[in-house]
């Protein structure tokens, strides 16, 4: 059974580590695909419309230091949407991908479990341009009260931008 989960340790990989951001707690994100900032206490993700975005993090305990072993029954979800409601625009987990190849992708169950998390050209070209929430967390496998219990792990801003060379194929 998973211990609660807090701040998501993420580590956004990136050839180019600009606009790095320091969560609360010590994790560090480096985008792939654009650009992130703090808004404390939630972090900022751009992505443009209708362009594959992918990023990667490794998931940490209510510590903030002590890595996360996942199962191979557990189930890593992200949630988009806006965030003036409860409908989610984009759902993703680690059991399926969208019709268009998004997903989450657990690349390692160890210490910290690794996650990958692709957001595919069509999933993103369905989303108008502006502010979304978005949400990652655990469907802990081995939870029984209650079952298959969500831990919440990290919110974080998206910031959809429109495509600089418009929304061409879309």
Known sequence: MLEPLGLIGALLESATPTGNVKFPGGATIYP???PVTAIAPLAELFVRRGRTTE?????????????????????VRVKIGRSNG???DLDLDSTETTENGSGVIVDSLSSPAAIRVRLAQGDLAA????????EISVVDSAEIGPTNA???????IVQVLRSMNGDTGL
């Open 32 to 34: 792939r695909g654009g």
């Open 55 to 75: 990023f990667t993090g490794g998931l940490y305990a209510a510590d903030k230091s002590t890595g996360i072993t996942l199962s191979e029954t557990d189930t």
């Open 86 to 88: 409860n409908d989610v």
């Open 127 to 134: 989303l108008t341009p502006g502010a979304y929430l978005g």
């Open 150 to 156: 969500i831990k919440f792990t990290q919110e974080f």
